[in-house]
C-alpha cells in the first residue's frame, strides 16, 4: 500500500512539472524512501489513536501476528476509520513533500 502511494506521489509531482524525469533506480529510491516515511506516520498516527482507545496491545499483535485482517479490524476499531486514514496520508504527504505539493 505504502509503496503504491509513493510512486503515485513522484507521477503526480511529474505532472505538474514539480519532479524532472527520473531514471527508474532514482523512482525506486524515492519510493523507498517515501513509503518507509509514509509507513512510519502512518503507525504513529493509528498508534496514538488505538492507545487513545485502550486497544494499543492488541494493535501490536494484529501487526505481528493478523496483518491480513488489518484493514478490518481498524475499520471497527477506529470510528470513521477510512477519512482518518485519507487525513493520515494527506499529513504524511505535507510532512514528507513539503513544498513540492
Do not use: C
Request: proline share 4%.
Amino acid at each position: 500500500m505504502f509503496e503504491e502511494i509513493a510512486k503515485q506521489w513522484i507521477e503526480e509531482m511529474q505532472e505538474r512539472g514539480k519532479a524532472g524525469p527520473m531514471e527508474p533506480d532514482e523512482i525506486n529510491r524515492f519510493v523507498n524512501d517515501y513509503a518507509r516515511r509514509i509507513e512510519a506516520i502512518y503507525d504513529s498516527e493509528v498508534s496514538r489513536q488505538m492507545q487513545h482507545r485502550g486497544k494499543d496491545d492488541e494493535y501490536d499483535r494484529m501487526k505481528l501476528y493478523d496483518t491480513q485482517y488489518m484493514s478490518k479490524y481498524l475499520n471497527q476499531a477506529i470510528p470513521g476509520f477510512p477519512g482518518f486514514k485519507m487525513e493520515i496520508l494527506a499529513k504524511a504527504k505535507r510532512i514528507i513533500l513539503g513544498e513540492l505539493d
